[in-house]
Structure formats: structure tokens, C-alpha cells
């Protein structure tokens, strides 16, 4: 019997986190782990991320001289853009309002937090998101568009990290194609259609190596995990943030059935690969081509729409980072005694916004970004340690179900401004490609 990729990827990730848990009864378990099983988990990340650039640059470049003209363009980017903040700013409400309501902060005891404040306080990894925080701050306000602008185009192109200057040069590169006319673009036209295609393909091979890469992920997740008695302690925590990012799902679910009038759990079937991606690899930068490929592939979205929304999406949309954010800021107000007014919750909902928007797409981004939250709202600096101590070592898993989180949100958008401009196709390519293998028999 064949078994649908996503089934495929789940049971690889369900033997990680068996063969991870068996690994952790042996002393040797975790090095075997980390020298023998991990590499197989870091190649695929990194032949993800390999095939990105190429693929962003192709299919961008595609999806823009394809468009008739150029205020088709316009009109999808203010869209996305507007969608984006509307998700986000509601994604960080939820994360506000439940966190106010059931109040996890309160029953952390006395005990909890001075073991996890010298457990997490002077770890490098606490320090380090700090002191990255500390650079991200230096910057002016419009530095985020100075960034976007690159200098020099190959250095755009050979770095993963700025995969927006490569946005904005193929939106560039694309729109001059599509004023010189037809004609005179078509061969580079051509040669990006084909480059598209190629890539394509290299990310269904790529693919199919997914569910022992996700074995491997997951078992090194397992191994490196902290005390199993600090995760219990921090439960509640982990339950509302959990529950506001099942909340915020459930609210992508109503927009494609109330807005693309698709079925929700069609369309989470279609998705469900890149999402168990998301949560392996707890990157949406990593997972962003096999995204690219369910939502154009499955779920019929055009390219014209795909190659933009989903690329900025992944750079500047996350909702389940922003969410996470909020419930984090209040979670470590509440259990340091640290009392917030309304206003100091509304800055929370603006700085948690801003921070999403410059959280890289990548692990642990969401913390950093978290410093700035904190800050924002007057949290005494020689604090910062402890409370980012508090939430630690539940960081990664939490990363893990965010990132599923940032994923669904970007293809839930680009379906929507898909339907509303008319370019959601009705059948999945995937079906009409076998349809017509059928037809040619
Ligand atoms: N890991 C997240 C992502 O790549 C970002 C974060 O919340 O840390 O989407």
C-alpha cells in the first residue's frame, strides 16, 4: 500500500521521539545521537534551505512577468500586507486575552523560579538572545527598509539571511521585464519558467528523504531536551500558548472556509507536509519551498499570487511567533510580580507586531524579538535574565508548534488573496497532472 507523504513524515517523527526517549536510557545514548543520527537532519535542513534562493528568485520573477500589468502587482502586495497585520494583530489579542484569563504566571512558586534562574539565567543561550536583542535595538526605525535594498546583487544572493533584498530585486528584475514588452523578455522568461520548474523538482526529491529527516530532527530534539521536571512545572504555561496557537488555526480554518470557500480539512490535508516540516525543523525559512510547492501544487493557488505572498510571509508574518510573544511577556510578568497596566498591554500588542514582522525565520528567533517586548514595557534590564531563564526550557518545543503556526498562516493568506483576485483554481494541479497521465495511457 502507498502511504500519503504526511503519513510517511508522522510516523518518522513518532520513531524520532521513540528512538530519542530509548537513546536517553543509555549514558552513551545521547553523543550516539548527536554524532550518528543528527547529521542525516541537518543535510535536509540545509538542502532546503539551499534550494530557497533559487527557488524565490525563479518563481517571483515568473509570477510577476506573467501578470498582465503592473497594478495587478500593487493591488496583491497591499492586500498581503494589510492581511498580514490584521492576522497578526489578532493573533497577539488571542495570546493577550487568554493569558489574562487563566493567568499561568500566578501559580508558579517561589521554589520553580529560583530553580530555573539558576539553572537558565547565566546559560549562553539566555545571554546570548539578550545580547542579540541588544543589536537588533541599535537600529534606527526605517532601517528595516534600508535593509531591504541590496547593493550588491550577489551578495543578496549568498546569503539565506537576506532573503528580502532577493525579494525585492526579483520583484524589480520582474516588473522592468514586464514594461519592455513581451517580446524582448521572452527568453529570460523563458529561462526563469524552466528554472522554476527545475526547482521544483529538486524539492519533490529533496522530499522524499523528509521522513528520515524528520526521524533524525526529532530524536536529536529528544536528547538535548532539559530536565523533564522543569517542563512539568512550566505546564500551564505551555498549555496557553498551545491553546491560543490551536485557537489562531482554527481561526485560519473559518477564513478558508468562510473566504476561499474551501474545505478546511481538505486544506489542511494539502498543507499538513510543510507543517510537520515547520514543527521538525522549527524554521519557516527552511520549510518555505516545500510550502511554495503544497500551496501552488495542492491547493491552486497561482503563481502570480504564491511567489510573493509566501516568501515575504515567511520573512515578515508570523502569527504563532507574535502570539507566543505576548502569552511570554505577560506569563514572566505575572510570575515575577511585575504589574502591567492596559496600556503597558497595548505596546505589547504594537512591539509584538513589529517584533514578528523582524523575527528572522528562524530557531529561537521568537526570543530575541521577546527581549524587545519586554523592554518595551519597562521590565527591569538586571531582570531580563531570570524571566527569560523562566520560559527557556520549554523554548524549543514551543518554537516547534509556533513555526507550524507562522506556516499555516502564510498559505491561509495566500489562499484568501488568491481567491479574491480570482486565481485560486478550482482543481489541484497534482490532480489535473494525473488526470491528464491517465487520459494519455
Ligand atoms: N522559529 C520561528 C520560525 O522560523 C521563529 C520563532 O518564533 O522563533 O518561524
Known amino acids: 500500500m502507498k502511504l500519503a507523504l504526511h503519513w510517511k513524515i508522522l ?41 530557497a534562493i533559487p527557488l524565490i528568485l525563479a518563481s517571483l520573477i515568473k509570477g510577476i512577468s506573467d501578470l498582465k500589468d503592473i497594478s495587478k502587482f500593487k493591488n496583491i502586495g497591499l492586500k498581503t500586507i494589510m492581511v498580514y497585520i490584521v492576522t497578526t494583530v489578532i493573533a497577539i489579542s488571542i495570546g493577550l486575552i487568554i493569558v489574562n484569563l487563566i493567568q499561568p504566571g500566578n501559580g508558579i512558586s517561589d521554589e520553580t523560579i529560583s530553580k530555573l534562574t539558576e539553572t537558565y539565567a547565566n546559560d549562553e543561550g539566555v545571554q546570548g538572545k539578550i545580547s542579540e536583542a541588544a543589536n537588533q535595538k541599535e537600529q534606527g526605525p526605517l532601517q528595516f527598509f534600508e535593509d531591504m535594498i541590496p547593493d550588491n546583487v550577489f551578495t543578496a544572493l549568498s546569503n539565506n539571511t537576506l532573503m528580502l533584498q532577493v525579494i525585492f530585486f526579483a520583484i524589480f528584475l520582474g516588473i522592468a521585464m514586464l514594461l519592455i514588452g513581451e517580446e524582448k523578455a521572452e527568453p529570460m522568461k523563458k529561462f526563469f519558467d524552466s528554472l522554476n520548474d527545475i526547482v521544483l523538482m529538486m524539492v519533490d526529491l529533496i522530499m522524499l528523504s523528509a521522513p528520515f529527516a524528520v526521524f533524525s530532527l526529532l530524536a536529536n530534539v529528544v536528547v538535548t531536551s532539559g530536565d523533564p521536571d522543569l517542563l512539568i512545572a512550566l505546564v500551564k504555561y505551555v498549555g ?150 523562566l520560559i527557556f526550557a520549554v523554548d524549543r518545543p514551543l518554537d516547534m508548534c509556533r513555526t507550524v503556526v507562522n506556516v499555516t498562516g502564510d498559505a491561509t493568506v495566500s489562499t484568501i488573496i488568491a481567491k479574491w483576485e480570482g486565481l485560486l483554481h478550482g482543481r489541484n494541479l497534482q490532480e489535473d497532472r494525473s488526470l491528464e497521465e491517465i487520459r494519455n495511457q
Open 240 to 389: 496557553v500558548v498551545v491553546l491560543g496557537l490551536l485557537l489562531m488555526v482554527t481561526f485560519y480554518m473559518v477564513l478558508v472556509g468562510t473566504i476561499a470557500k474551501k474545505n478546511p480539512f481538505w486544506f489542511l490535508k494539502q498543507i499538513s507536509p510543510a507543517q510537520l516540516l515547520a514543527f521538525s525543523t522549527s524554521s519557516s525559512a527552511a520549510t518555505l519551498p516545500v510550502t511554495m510547492e503544497r500551496v501552488e501544487e495542492h491547493i491552486g493557488v497561482d503563481k502570480e499570487v504564491s511567489s510573493f505572498v509566501l516568501p515575504v510571509g515567511a520573512t515578515i508574518n508570523m502569527d504563532g511567533t507574535s502570539l507566543y510573544q505576548a502569552v511570554a511577556a505577560v506569563f514572566i510578568a505575572q510570575a515575577l510580580g511585575f504589574d502591567l497596566t492596559f496600556a503597558d498591554q497595548l505596546t505589547i500588542v504594537l512591539t509584538a507586531l513589529l517584533a514578528s514582522i523582524g523575527s528572522a525565520a528562524v530557531p529561537g528567533a521568537g526570543m530575541v524579538m521577546l527581549v524587545i517586548v519586554l523592554e518595551s514595557i519597562g521590565f527591569p534590564a538586571d531582570k531580563l535574565a531570570i524571566g527569560l531563564a
Open 11 to 51: 510516523i518518522g517523527m513518532l520513531l524520532g521521539l521513540v528512538f530519542g526517549s530509548i537513546m536517553l536510557q543509555f549514558s552513551w545514548g545521547k553523543d550516539f545521537t548527536v554524532d550518528w543520527i543528527k547529521p542525516l537532519g541537518t543535510i535536509f535542513v540545509k538542502l532546503l534551505k539551499l534550494i
